[in-house]
């Protein structure tokens, strides 16, 4: 059963107020890594679709296996981001990174999880809250060193 749009509307927040609780550590403990700790970050957000279905692939489910390749695809790309993040300028890197997080939304609620999917309906809509969130806390970042 798919959510009804205030669901997703709560999801979407849900995942704001966990991109801020989380922010909380990472700028405390790693605040002259935070921008290569959130492209990191990105990469594992790219990689959770098919990671979750290839699990049921295992369990002798069909799978297409040309939608993991488009998915598979997205995670290379986001890994190209996180070397940016590693030798750019950090304010460069840091407005990569942003963007970079800022797009992820659109392949989270565009994103087709098919049958064979381990997530729960509403997890793109939390997940496109929580990528925003990321965008808007590394974007309004006025230091250079993170």
């Not at 970050?41 to 489910?61: D, I, M, S």
Request: hydrophobic share 50%.
């Amino acid at each position: 059963m798919r959510p009804s749009t205030t669901g997703r509307v709560i999801a979407a927040g849900t995942g704001l107020i966990l991109s801020a609780l989380v922010d909380a550590p990472v700028k405390k403990w790693m605040s002259h890594r935070r921008t290569p700790a959130y492209a990191a970050g990105l990469v594992v957000a790219a990689a959770v679709y098919p990671v979750a279905r290839q699990g049921q692939a295992r369990q002798g489910r069909l799978v297409d296996v040309s939608i993991p390749v488009r998915e598979w695809s997205a995670v290379s790309a986001t890994f190209v981001v996180f070397v940016g993040a590693l030798v750019l300028q950090p304010s460069t890197a840091r407005r990569l990174v942003a963007a970079s997080w800022a797009v992820h939304p659109i392949f989270d609620l565009l994103h087709e999880r098919g049958p064979e999917s381990r997530l729960p309906d509403w997890y793109p809509a939390i997940c496109a809250g929580y990528d925003l969130g990321v965008a808007g806390l590394l974007a309004a970042e006025p230091r250079n060193f993170v």
